[in-house]
């Protein structure tokens, strides 16, 4: 069923631990074979956009939930980019319990500010970037006893290890890239520990490279200091200290890895080339590995038959206004056949 039904056995739950699930996890991994030949390798996508709330963060959210309501939890709180707000704000939903949500003010895309709504959260707007939203979060949870379910909470990054159990799982073993958008620097981290404890438990016997991309105008890990007002249209990874940082260098290092940066423009060609060549639509932040292997490509840096798995972490659906900032319009015609025919011929 979800993460927790088909990982337990490799994860800190206990039999007090609630078996809650929405269906999170066991995403599809698609090769996708345009954008292969291209780049002259052989790549996956992971697509986390499969989640029940569309993106990863359901994989570490309803581990968050379950150790926190196996504590007595009564009030969950988050600060969020807008897919955390979103996940948070669906387990909150489905066990019954109060959630606050904390959003950078004006930054969050349409899709995932609908969701934290729908869902039921109290949604409050913060007149600040994310950093500054995830201390109020974090002092608001210290005073009041709520749960804080941010990826600061250890248990989510428990959750999102099984990304990398199922990429092995599928495959056989680890591939030789693991290509990733970095934002909080949690996803990475997690992935890695992950791919670690499969290659001790024997089910990998290697390890892939672990590949962080950044965009550049939030790129802390790449330029190696924070980055204090963080700008760049792929909103899930506007971050200008991320809370992982530390965890993410280490798996970059042990790895042998790297962190790079990508401008918007490519992450927006990447975003237009993955949904038209590839048939898959996911959100701009998670269209900055792939622009970032085009960028290596060209540089002459991406060597020739590797096996990428790059992690769509989101659905291209919830951000509707970046995506028709670039793709064009519909043709208009009035109601005949022969209109109908003539724009058809192009
Ligand atoms: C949260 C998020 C990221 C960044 O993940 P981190 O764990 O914060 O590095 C990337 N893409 C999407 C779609 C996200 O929601």
């Known amino acids: 069923m979800g993460v927790i039904q088909n990982y337990g056995k490799l994860l800190p739950v206990t039999e007090k631990t609630p078996r809650i699930t929405l269906g999170e996890g066991n995403t ?3 090769y996708i074979e345009n954008i292969s030949k291209m780049l002259e390798i052989e790549l996956y996508g992971k697509l986390e956009g499969c989640n029940p709330s569309g993106s990863f963060k359901d994989r570490g959210m309803v581990m968050a939930f379950a150790k926190a309501l196996e504590d007595g939890a009564k009030a969950f ?11 948070a704000a669906a387990y909150a939903a489905s ?3 109060p959630c606050f949500v904390l959003l950078p003010a ?3 895309a349409l899709g995932k500010l609908a969701q934290a709504l729908m869902y039921g959260a109290k949604v409050i707007a913060v007149k600040g970037n994310f950093d500054r939203a995830l201390e109020l979060a974090r002092e608001a949870a210290e005073k009041e006893g709520f749960a804080i379910v941010n990826s600061v909470n250890p248990y989510r990054l428990w959750g999102q290890r099984s990304g990398a159990w199922e990429v092995c799982d599928v495959l056989g073993q680890a591939p030789d890239w693991h290509a990733v958008p970095v934002g909080n620097a949690g996803n990475i981290s997690a992935y890695w520990a992950g791919y670690k404890q499969y290659k001790e438990i024997g089910k990998t016997d290697k390890l892939p490279r672990m590949m962080g991309f950044q965009a550049e105008g939030a790129a802390p890990l790449v330029t190696g200091k924070p980055c204090p007002s963080p700008e760049t249209l792929a909103t899930a990874i506007r ?3 991320p809370v992982s940082a530390h965890l993410a260098k280490a798996a970059v290092e042990e790895s042998e890895g790297e962190f790079n940066s990508v401008t918007d423009e490519e992450i927006l060609a990447a975003q237009k080339l993955l949904s038209s060549k590839g048939g898959i639509f996911a959100e701009p932040a998670s269209c900055a590995p792939l622009a970032g292997l085009v960028k290596l490509k060209k540089l002459g840096k991406l060597p020739k038959g590797i096996k990428v798995v790059m992690v ?3 659905n291209g659906l919830k951000d509707p206004d970046t995506a028709m900032s670039q793709a064009g319009s ?3 015609i009035g109601d005949t ?4 025919l003539e724009v058809m011929k192009g």
């Open 28 to 30: 599809p991994l698609v």
């Open 77 to 87: 709180v988050c600060a969020s980019t807008g897919n955390t707000s979103a996940s």
């Open 95 to 97: 066990v019954g319990k």
């Open 106 to 108: 004006g930054k969050v």
């Open 239 to 241: 971050i200008g200290s």
């Open 312 to 314: 769509l972490t989101g």
């Open 330 to 332: 519909p043709v208009e």
């Open 337 to 340: 056949l022969e209109e109908l």
